[in-house]
């Protein structure tokens, strides 16, 4: 990574971190605060990492660093995976997690995201395998016809959700499934994109 220093690589990072859980940068005094150093010295990382061209700054604003758009291209993302879901247990609580899967930043879009392993074949005809690991952008709502993941009485399906007049159609992709029907549905996310072994 243009042979940044182990400090660099730091700073890096946090700003990194900063920008996604605020959706703003950092100060340089914010900088300075988290690696305990004087203001001066985040400034002069800062300034380091310009120069590197991994970051572009304007010093005359407040909150103006910006991370270079091919360091952003070059970013593996670690999305949770969080499978085997017990009942009782909301599908985004930690008991639920089962490591990660490490995806480039420039496959998907702004949002928050987890995975499933996929178990059953209710929806094959979507080619949608058991043991495939499904992609989930995090949502409330949904369109009909989209592939989604809700929770009903807590069970967790992947299912292809359509809006009725007083209730919702989840439907299955395999003929051998009737389709479930419900009043009562929490929608946790939609399905973005499958990964799958083939070993």
Known sequence: MKNLTKRQTEV???IK?????????PTIREIAQNFEISVKGAYDHVKALEKKDV???DTNRSRA???CSKERENEILSIPILGNVAAGVPLLASENFDGYIS???DMLKAGDYFALNVRGDSMINAGILDGDTALIKQKQTAENGEIIVAMIDDAVTLKRFYKEKNRVKL???????SPIYTQSIKILGKLVKIFRDYE
């Open 12 to 14: 890096l990072g946090f």
């Open 17 to 25: 971190s900063f920008i996604d859980s605020h959706k703003y940068p």
């Open 55 to 57: 970051i572009s700054c």
């Open 65 to 67: 660093i910006e991370i």
């Open 103 to 105: 995806i480039p930043s």
């Open 171 to 177: 439907q299955a992709e395999n003929d051998a499934y």
